[in-house]
């Protein structure tokens, strides 16, 4: 049964509370570590550069800002933004979090609290998919993006090659959920997350919704499409 705007807000609320302090080590189980290279990817080809303004939709534990930080190496202003409390709090008290200048904040991805143009960069890392409303989230990150800034968007992929797919997707329903049990000692949560990454849009369908939020979009797949990076660019006021 699919959940309506609110009952999945709740519902996705109610997961990453349960799972929020084991977290990390499903991302890094499940993806064989490779979690950790596809965010790097993603901030270089993303463009993120000193001096720069960047908000992390979505932060979670803070992986994606914490590599944000280290980039900007002390210039710039990094916002991490969750709207889940304990997945806030797993990252302000990581060992890495102490270095880096980073503002911690409580919010809704559909409603961000900033002014329009905010930004340089936004990025969002494999959350996308939980959003209640999409199409409201990408237009707010659109909405707070600088003319010609750019939103960075890592998701899981979806592989081409029909032997990868199916593959990925019986080790979705089996051995993915089952670690998630072996963390926590809870399989909803991970049976929930297997069936958003199978019911989320292919990767021609979300950059369509890129592009009707206002954004040119390009896509590009990782690991024979195990995850996908999408670079979708604010055009420029024009005069």
Not at 15 to 20: C, E, G, K, R, S
Not at 100 to 109: C, E, K, P, S
Not at 171 to 185: D, Q
């Amino acid at each position: 049964m699919r959940e309506t705007g609110g009952s999945k807000r709740l519902f996705v609320h109610r997961l990453f509370t349960t799972i929020a302090p084991r977290y990390d080590w499903f991302n890094r189980i499940a993806s064989l570590g490779m979690d950790r290279s596809w965010r790097r990817l993603a901030l270089k080809a993303g463009g993120l550069a000193q001096g720069m303004d960047v908000l992390d939709v979505c932060t979670g534990t803070g992986d994606l800002a914490f590599l944000c930080a280290a980039q900007l190496n002390g210039s710039g202003r990094i916002v991490g933004l969750d709207f889940n409390e304990t997945m806030l709090r797993c990252a302000v008290q990581k060992p890495s979090a102490r270095p880096h200048a980073i503002t911690w904040l409580r919010g809704d991805a559909q409603v961000l609290p900033f002014a329009s143009g905010r930004f340089d960069r936004v990025v969002i890392g494999f959350s996308t998919r939980n959003l209640s409303d999409l199409k409201a989230g990408i237009c707010e990150m659109g909405r707070v993006l600088k003319p010609r800034g750019r939103l960075v968007v890592l998701e899981t992929g979806r592989p081409s090659n029909p032997l990868v797919l199916a593959g990925y997707l019986v080790f979705l329903g089996t051995a993915a959920r089952l670690i998630g049990l072996c963390l926590t000692g809870r399989l909803w949560p991970f049976t929930y997350l297997a069936r958003s990454v199978r019911q989320f849009l292919a990767p021609l369908e979300f950059v369509a919704l890129l592009n009707a939020c206002g954004l040119a979009a390009t896509h590009r797949p990782l690991a024979f499409g195990l995850a996908s990076l999408y670079i979708a660019e604010k055009p420029a006021v024009r005069p």
